[in-house]
């Protein structure tokens, strides 16, 4: 049979152990822990804040601290989750891939792309970005790229406009203003004085 001291020494240590769980439930996360959320809408994507602050130079200013170039510090100063709305142009879609990117890239960044690219995209970038832009249409990568802007992503935006200039080489000028939504505003005579200034043909 159990003695009474026994008993109370077994009650003090559940006692202890479920304050402690209560405690650990309501306590803040650990510093340093916190997400950025990406916001557009009712559509929210959250990515671990050390991530977004190494691939949006946006998001590294707002999160900065005065008097240290120490990234860890300016991370461990976060006492909250950091929302950021993005701009117009994007669509619930963009977001997810937004943070599917960082996720890849976070590690290691691509090599930074030739300028001029005289080459096709597919000839020049790696295998996970190669399967990244497979996912794309026009429409997203347009999306994709006004948010990589915005937050400014380098890698990201360096590799949308690169796929946009990629797939414009095989357009029609006509095609190209659907991309982009570019009105035709020359009346036909000037088309034709264009033509002839530059030697074009309808050939």
Same mark, same amino acid.
């Given at each position: ?50 991530? $977004? ?8 200013? @707002?999160?900065? !601290?005065?008097?240290? /170039?120490?990234?860890? &510090?300016? #991370? ?64 997203? $990568? ?8 915005? @937050?400014?992503? !380098?890698?990201?935006? /360096?590799?949308?406009? &690169?796929? #946009? ?39």
């Amino acid at each position: 049979m159990c003695s009474f001291s026994r008993i109370t020494h077994t009650l003090f240590l559940a006692q202890r152990i479920f304050f402690t769980m209560a405690a650990s439930a309501g306590a803040p996360p650990p510093r340093g822990s916190h997400s950025v959320v990406f916001i557009f809408e009712t559509t929210r994507c959250a990515v671990p804040a050390n991530i $977004a602050a190494k691939c949006s130079a946006l998001v590294a200013d @707002i999160i900065s !601290v005065d008097g240290t /170039d120490d990234p860890q &510090a300016a #991370l461990n100063a976060l006492t909250e989750d950091l929302e950021i709305t993005v701009p117009a142009g994007a669509s619930p879609n963009t977001l997810p891939l937004l943070v599917e990117y960082m996720q890849l890239r976070h590690a290691k960044f691509p090599r930074p792309l030739e300028r001029p690219l005289d080459r096709r995209l597919v000839d020049v970038i790696d295998d996970i970005d190669k399967a990244f832009v497979r996912k794309l249409d026009h429409d997203v $990568a347009l999306e994709l790229l006004t948010v990589s802007i915005f @937050i400014n992503c !380098v890698p990201l935006k /360096d590799l949308i406009a &690169a796929q #946009l200039a990629d797939w414009m080489v095989d357009m029609t000028v006509d095609e190209m203003r659907t991309l982009f939504g570019v009105k035709n505003d020359f009346s036909q005579e000037e088309i034709d004085s264009l033509k002839k200034e530059h030697g074009i043909t309808d050939d």
